[in-house]
């Protein structure tokens, strides 16, 4: 099973929609996740952290279920601005971060 | 906003010769990375440092791979004999606090020919 993993898209979605992104992660031992957004050649950003009580920042919501090893991004209003590709990070042993292979976001007018 | 510089942007090399990737980290950072990022394929881990020594690498990170610290400020990667399949962007990144997130630096676009 791989540490992260992510369904790969691309998502293709008009302007304002509502998309929601998954992601699994095998090792339960895990503390630390965050979501990155990576524009076409260009290094990570982190996006948001993700929290047990789920957090908010504007448009994006970032939870985690730490029961079932899942950790979700709901991206609401969508702007074409958000087309990228969106990368799940988890911290494993000797506080590396493992990305998964990140799903990639398409808004069209 | 603190950042990350990574240089050069971009190296050409040939196969079987020697690069060196910089990386100056956020200054008040004490973990740093090096991932890499193959053409159309994910961000790979490849070796951390803390306290002046390698705490984990990948099992990409072979003998022809090593990195230094050799100042207070400065963080590199040495490729010893490149190969083709060396090709890709390497990303440097450092970290305050595991907790509160890691920060990418902007990659140097290596090529091997």
């Known amino acids: 099973r791989k540490e992260v993993e992510q369904d790969p898209g691309p998502f293709n979605v008009p302007e304002g929609a509502t998309v929601a992104f998954n992601c699994t992660y095998s090792n339960s031992a895990s503390q630390s996740f965050f979501w990155y957004r990576q524009d076409c050649r260009k290094e990570p950003k982190l996006l948001m952290s993700v929290y047990s009580s789920g957090n908010e920042d504007g448009r994006f919501t970032a939870q985690l279920n730490r029961a079932s090893q899942y950790i979700s991004l709901l991206i609401r209003d969508s702007k074409l601005s958000d087309s990228a590709t969106y990368l799940c990070a988890v911290v494993g042993g000797y506080n590396k971060l493992i990305f998964g292979a990140g799903t990639r976001l398409a808004v069209h007018p | 906003e603190p950042e990350v510089t990574q240089t050069p942007s971009h190296q050409v090399t040939q196969m079987g010769q020697e690069v060196i990737l910089r990386c100056v980290p956020i200054s008040n950072h004490l973990y740093f990375y090096w991932y890499r990022q193959i053409l159309g394929q994910k961000v790979e881990f490849l070796v951390s440092?803390?306290?002046?020594?390698?705490?984990?690498k990948s099992e990409i990170f072979d003998d022809q791979f090593s990195v230094e610290r050799p100042d207070g400020s400065n963080f590199t990667l040495k490729i010893r004999s490149t190969k083709l399949e060396d090709s890709a962007m390497y990303f440097c990144a450092s970290s305050e606090d595991t907790l509160l997130g890691y920060t990418f630096g902007s990659g140097t676009r290596l090529t091997v020919v």
């Open positions: 440092f803390y306290n002046n020594e390698i705490s984990e």
